[in-house]
């Protein structure tokens, strides 16, 4: 038997661009770079303070609930009123983390108040219970915590778990915060570029780290008559080569991508633009664009990368940049690369500086990779 | 229905992570990762006769990363400031990460905070959809003592692990259940 296609219903959003998709919609059109100086990360302590900072109070103590609640409930507002009576019992959540509440750490470790709540949200899987109970899904929750590749690979388990009928909708949300812990990990590992990350910018030298909530509803196609964007192909992989760098022949995301397009039944004509993963480090670019060069060879789709927009918001990315994506196939363009000015020798000529206007743009690949070298990619289609 | 095997299963504590030497890095990995590793090393002549990029792993780690990312942040105040390598393993993953790097494993990847209820599940669904002809499972418990301080606990850390695959001889994966290895 067939199994059913899973729709997206409803997508939730705050990060850099502001509070609310309609922000990043907005700044998607204009090719906003969001990322400023933070006052939190000092430039003594950390390599930059440029990052992309979302709109919520810094001083609370639950900053990763709020991302996730805040980006959730927006997401549940879009629903039609058929998907809003689907029973609880049938709704699941899956949430995307890397670092959960931190915040809850760097306060108990410096002896500052730190709220119950807050303390249980250092755990994921808390988390995840704790928002499952507040916005109603009774039915499977889980978390998932691949590194910066979380995201993609919530959402293919929210495909899968509808897919075999353990629920009819999903709330997927992908939630990291600005900390100093990660800052100062990325800062240990001299990863941050002090100008801000220009993505497959020949003058590149790193990431800026951001900060984001992202929900996306995904249900039973049959429930989403008038939505037209599916999930149709995905596939994840390892590079198994090394624990903070790609490999250099991008052999471990070219698998993914495969898996993804023979799952979606597609050929590589057939993709209209790939969002990125484009964190703006030398290597990961070089390697990215490696592997779409083993897949496309010397004609690649439009691609473009929003971590000069947004920062690199780690657990959240998978999610939000796949909600880039559903509002350019909704809008009929292609966002630009922010930041990007001279585009690296050797890179793919299709690389998307400035948005644009896309006469046709029926199957986005969009991918991400991550620490511990896995790789996600996956497909959306527009019918 | 389809019918899956165990075919290989391990558990190791932080005993027998303390003299093991698995590979030159192993001494700078974190608790979770080497009793990953560890817990899977006993496989290895299983994935000689299955595709490297056919091989799946699930792993669940029932802290997270906590224990490490008490460890990691610990130094921020030492002389040579916070460790990248420490940060290297402050994401719950990083034990899948290891575990394909030294048996060359390049197939899909899955982890999740918490129990280990959805690990089999998961698998299962790996090969159920052909996306895999055989999975890792792993199931980490780890508190540092620094961490079992924070939350009150004694347990002491280990890790459980199964192989998933088509054809036995084996056990019938649905009688099994990593926590009774």
Same mark, same amino acid.
């Given at each position: ?50 990052? $992309? ?6 001083? $609370? ?35 995307? =983390? ?75 949300? $992908? ?68 624990? =903070? *760098? ?5 052999? *471990? ?25 484009? /964190?703006? /480090? ?11 060069? /083993?897949?496309?060879?010397? =004609?690649?789709?439009?691609?473009? *990368? ?29 966002? $630009?690369?922010?930041?990007? %000015? %001279? ?6 000529? %299709? ?5 644009? /206007? ?26 | ?78 002389? !040579? ?86 054809? !036995?001889? !084996? ?11």
């Amino acid at each position: 038997m067939r199994e059913p296609q899973v729709a997206i219903a409803g997508c939730g959003a705050i990060c850099a661009t502001g509070n609310g998709t309609e922000t990043l919609l907005t700044a998607l059109k204009n090719n906003t770079s969001c990322l400023c100086p933070n006052e939190r990360f000092t430039r003594l302590r950390f390599q930059s303070n440029t990052v $992309g900072t979302a709109p919520i109070d810094a001083t $609370g103590d639950d900053p990763a609930y709020k991302l996730a609640s805040i980006a959730l409930r927006e997401a549940i507002s879009r629903l039609c009123n058929r998907q809003s009576s689907i029973p609880p019992d049938r709704i699941g959540l899956i949430l995307s =983390t890397t670092k959960a509440n931190i915040e809850a750490l760097e306060r108990l470790s410096d002896g500052r108040p730190c709220s119950a709540a807050a303390s249980r949200h250092l755990q994921a899987d808390m988390l995840a219970a704790d928002l499952a109970s507040e916005f109603g899904a009774l039915g499977p929750v889980q978390n998932i915590s691949n590194a910066c590749v979380s995201g993609l690979v919530a959402l293919m388990q929210g495909a899968k778990l509808i897919q075999r009928g353990a629920a009819d909708a999903i709330f997927v949300v $992908g939630a990291d915060h600005l900390s100093g812990f990660v800052m100062g990990g990325f800062t240990a590992l001299k990863a941050i570029d002090p100008q801000g990350c220009r993505p497959f910018d020949q003058d590149r030298r790193g990431l800026s780290p951001g900060e984001a909530g992202a929900a996306i509803v995904l249900v039973r196609r049959d429930l989403a008559p008038q939505s037209s964007i599916t999930i149709s192909g995905w596939g994840s992989s390892n590079d198994a080569n090394h624990m =903070t *760098g790609p490999s250099r022949d991008g052999a *471990g995301l070219a698998q993914a991508i495969h898996a993804a397009m023979s799952a979606a039944r597609l050929q590589p004509e057939q993709i209209d633009y790939v969002n990125a993963h484009g /964190t703006g /480090t030398p290597y990961n670019d070089a390697m990215e664009s490696t592997a779409l060069r /083993t897949i496309f060879g010397q =004609t690649t789709p439009p691609i473009s *990368g929003i971590k000069g927009m947004i920062g690199h918001t780690l657990g959240a990315a998978g999610v939000i940049e796949t909600i880039a994506c559903v509002l350019a196939m909704q809008g009929k363009f292609l966002p $630009g690369t922010t930041r990007l %000015n %001279n585009v690296a020798e050797g890179f793919p000529a %299709n690389l998307v500086k400035e948005p644009r /206007t896309a006469t046709r743009i029926d199957h986005i690949l969009k991918l991400n990779t991550g620490f511990g070298g896995v790789n996600g990619a996956l497909i959306l289609s527009h019918e | 229905m389809n019918k899956f095997f165990i075919t290989a299963h391990n558990c190791v504590t932080a005993a027998d992570a303390c003299g093991a030497r698995l590979g030159t890095r192993f001494g700078r990995m974190d608790l979770s990762s080497q009793l990953a590793l560890l817990a899977v090393e006993s496989f290895a002549p299983h994935f000689e006769s299955t595709p490297r990029d056919r091989v799946a792993i699930v792993l669940a780690a029932r802290a997270g990363s906590l224990p490490t990312d008490v460890n990691f942040w610990e130094g921020r105040n030492a002389a !040579g400031g916070l460790s990248p390598t420490i940060f290297t393993y402050t994401l719950p993953s990083a034990g899948i990460g290891e575990i394909a790097i030294r048996h060359r494993l390049t197939g899909p990847n899955l982890c999740f905070v918490g129990d280990s209820r959805d690990v089999l599940v998961e698998a299962k669904d790996f090969l159920r959809r052909n996306e895999a002809d055989a999975c890792v499972c792993v199931f980490v418990d780890v508190a540092s003592p620094a961490f079992r301080k924070m939350i009150g606990c004694t347990e002491a850390a280990k890790a459980t692990a199964a192989l998933l695959q088509r054809n !036995g001889p !084996g056990l019938p994966a649905n009688e099994f259940n990593l926590l009774s290895v």
